[in-house]
């Protein structure tokens, strides 16, 4: 598992998931929070991806330019990336269209019927 990661299991939770996750959470709430679209999500996973392999490389002696490791990590990031992105959206569309739309579950909204 260390050669397809490229580190440790334990890097991988503690540094990807846990610190290079939540900052990914905080990137997608922020580009759903000012209304942005959803493809900078994926341009942002992608910068915070090389950033989490350097800080592997750097910090604890991982590999760099694993390819692996490098798709693994990256698709962690825009996953947990884009659970925030839907989650604040979703939030975002019924506080700021009430009359509009009602909550569908944590990831969606549904429009209102007019009572017709």
């Given at each position: 598992?260390?050669?397809?990661?490229?580190?440790?299991?334990?890097?991988?939770?503690?540094?990807?998931v846990?610190?290079?996750?939540?900052?990914?959470?905080?990137?997608?709430?922020?580009?759903?929070?000012?209304?942005?679209?959803?493809?900078?999500?994926?341009?942002?996973s992608?910068?915070?991806?090389?950033?989490?392999?350097?800080?592997?490389?750097?910090?604890?002696?991982?590999?760099?330019?694993?390819l692996?490791?490098?798709?693994?990590?990256?698709?962690?990031?825009?996953?947990?990336?884009?659970?925030?992105?839907?989650?604040?959206?979703?939030?975002?569309?019924?506080?700021?269209?009430?009359?509009?739309?009602?909550?569908?579950?944590?990831?969606?909204?549904?429009?209102?019927?007019?009572?017709?």
């Amino acid at each position: 598992m260390e050669s397809l990661l490229g580190t440790s299991i334990l890097v991988f939770l503690g540094l990807t998931v846990v610190i290079t996750g939540g900052a990914a959470a905080m990137m997608g709430q922020a580009v759903a929070v000012t209304w942005r679209p959803f493809w900078q999500v994926i341009i942002y996973s992608i910068l915070l991806g090389l950033a989490d392999r350097f800080l592997v490389f750097a910090l604890f002696e991982g590999t760099l330019l694993s390819l692996s490791g490098f798709v693994i990590h990256t698709v962690t990031v825009m996953a947990l990336a884009s659970l925030a992105f839907r989650i604040s959206r979703a939030r975002n569309m019924v506080n700021q269209y009430p009359w509009l739309y009602k909550r569908s579950g944590l990831f969606g909204w549904e429009a209102i019927d007019g009572g017709d």
